[in-house]
């Protein structure tokens, strides 16, 4: 009896203690709760600058109408108030302030302060109003997708605003009311302030300029071709950090079309990023990069640079044959180096170089070059690509990788992949943000350039530099050359497929493109999608990063480079 007696005066103990100890503060909040009633004192969203200090994403004011039920004292006359200063019908505001069920009601959301300023006037019972921001974007449609939005209720939905939503949104705070168990207000009661924690602000890598003239630039190709989209993004190929990124057509951020969810999710997209597609021509880039780099190394497989290209358009590999785009005329399949085979982008001498290297050292450089992985820049729904599973790839899908087919990558994947082999070899992960800092400017956060891996050598990015500021000189991107700026880069016409056939007359038109040459800080990858009329990368998309580059010259008052005779 006695240890049934201790066991019972223990349980009962434990219980004393759970509840005065363990759930104390849940408890005081359930009776602080049961004799208040709290009025949202909403947190101000952080804002979002350019890597200038340009306002992006800012805050005008605004406020939000609340009511209790219970505490208002004649509904009729209420109603009759309220609708005409906040606007709504007479009927359906009695109708909420009738219903007791219901401890809080919200009347109207972002409203005018001029609406608060009346209804202060009017001193109704139970009738309340808080701040309640709306979110503004003072240049409209400008780096729309990459910026995003927020919901209704100010939360961060997508782009930046989502992904940073956590530093962004703050800690909303309260008014306490002392009120009786109904919700009426005691007399002579005092309201306790919560206070609100602001979120931070954001600066980005984003030069508000650069975005504004690479948006112009692919405005006119968009609108002069008919084309599906045209997409851009700028990096400084030193550290990644992206200056611009283009999807057009855009939309408005100040006049969301929410109520066609469609349309929406189509255009709020961040292609440059979520999405995938055949590189083509542009991507042998990476296949020469990979070559030069092992014949430094001394493997005997590789083509060394000094290797003459067969003069046959064509190649025979595992049963199928593989042509050039171009045909004999002008000399160009006369035998060639692999400076020319860049110029006139022949298929061919990429197939052989591609095969020479072999699939195991060929996929080891794709690898290193971040291809089938993310490249980890600070962005939601970044996609992967897609990569053949090395253990399946045939010496034709060899062939097709090393001249652009058979692959498929994001516009950012193959942008780091092109700033890595022409910057020394150094791989970064590409960074939207530069710092997060509080409204006293204190800065809490620092996004410092991270080096992910190294892919070719400095020789290697030197000699191939060379070769692409050749291509941009003598060869297919001519329409790119700013005379005393050494611009290098290389065009790409890829066909597109639907329904896993060549959609015909369908063309995905490119160009990558970069200078000062031997020391590259700024790069552009300009994609244009389904062009009418012509659709070659090298007379759509190639005038696009000059105009772009050209534009940054006259922005930034660039000097003259010295170009090498």
């Not at 350019?50 to 605004?62: P, R």
């Not at 291809?371 to 939601?380: H, M, N, V, W």
């Not at 191939?464 to 991107?477: A, H, I, K, P, Y």
């Not at 659709?535 to 005038?543: C, D, E, I, L, M």
Request: overall charge negative; aromatic content about 10%; glycine content about 8%.
């Amino acid at each position: 009896m006695l240890l049934v007696i201790a066991f019972i005066f223990c349980l009962f103990l434990g219980r004393f203690f759970y509840i005065q100890v363990v759930w104390k503060d849940k408890l005081h909040y359930l009776a602080l709760d049961q004799w208040t009633r709290e009025i949202p004192v909403h947190a101000g969203r952080g804002n979002i600058y350019d890597t200038n200090g340009e306002l992006l994403a800012g805050n005008t004011a605004a406020y939000s109408v609340y009511a209790r039920a219970n505490a208002v004292e004649d509904a009729e006359s209420a109603s009759a108030v309220l609708s005409g200063i906040l606007g709504l019908e007479r009927e359906i505001l009695k109708e909420k302030l009738s219903d007791k069920s219901k401890s809080e009601i919200v009347l109207l959301r972002k409203t005018a302060k001029e609406t608060v300023e009346a209804l202060a006037g009017q001193n109704i019972r139970g009738v309340y109003y808080a701040r309640d921001d709306v979110r503004v974007y003072p240049y409209g449609a400008l780096a729309c997708q990459l910026l995003g939005f927020t919901s209704f209720d100010g939360s961060g939905t997508t782009g930046l605003e989502g992904y940073y939503n956590g530093f962004l949104a703050g800690k909303d705070g309260e008014i306490l009311y002392e009120t009786d168990l109904v919700g009426v207000d005691l007399e002579n009661a005092v309201a306790a302030f919560l206070p609100a924690e602001d979120g931070l602000h954001v600066k980005l890598t984003v030069d508000f300029r650069i975005q504004s003239l690479a948006e112009q630039v692919m405005g006119k190709v968009l609108s002069e071709t008919q084309a599906k989209a045209a997409r851009a993004i700028v990096l400084d190929p030193s550290d990644f950090s992206v200056l611009a990124m283009v999807n057009l057509p855009s939309y408005d951020l100040n006049e969301i079309p929410r109520d066609d969810i469609q349309k929406l999710n189509a255009l709020s997209r961040n292609s440059l990023v979520s999405d995938i597609y055949e590189p083509g021509s542009t991507f042998k880039i990476v296949t020469a990069a990979a070559n030069i780099e092992e014949g430094l190394k001394g493997n005997a497989s590789a083509l060394p640079l000094n290797h003459v290209f067969s003069s046959s358009r064509t190649r025979m590999v595992d049963g199928t044959t593989i042509k050039c785009w171009s045909d004999h005329q002008n000399g160009k399949h006369s035998n060639q180096t692999l400076a020319e085979a860049l110029n006139n982008s022949c298929n061919p001498c990429f197939v052989d170089l591609a095969l020479a290297l072999g699939k195991e050292t060929f996929y080891e450089y794709l690898k290193a070059f971040q291809f089938g992985k993310a490249t980890g820049i600070d962005f939601s729904g970044e996609s992967i690509g897609m990569l053949l599973p090395e253990s399946i790839v045939r010496d034709c899908d060899l062939a097709r990788i090393g001249f652009g087919q058979t692959i498929a990558v994001s516009p950012l994947q193959l942008a780091c992949a092109v700033a890595s082999a022409v910057n020394g070899g150094y791989y970064y992960a590409p960074r939207l943000v530069k710092e997060i800092f509080s409204q006293d400017g204190r800065v809490k956060e620092n996004t410092e350039t991270k080096l992910l891996h190294r892919t070719v050598s400095e020789e290697t990015s030197g000699i191939l530099s060379s070769m692409l500021e050749g291509v941009v000189r003598d060869g297919s991107g001519k329409k790119a050359y700013i005379e005393g700026y050494r611009v290098a880069g290389k065009t790409g016409t890829a066909q597109k497929y639907e329904n896993g056939r060549i959609a015909q007359g369908k063309y995905v038109s490119s160009f990558v493109g970069y200078f000062p040459a031997n020391a590259p800080k700024y790069l552009a990858l300009i994609i244009v999608d389904e062009p009418q009329g012509s659709y070659y990368g090298s007379t759509v998309a190639a005038p696009c990063a000059k105009d772009i580059f050209q534009g940054i010259i006259d922005m930034m008052k660039l000097p003259k480079t010295e170009v090498e005779p």
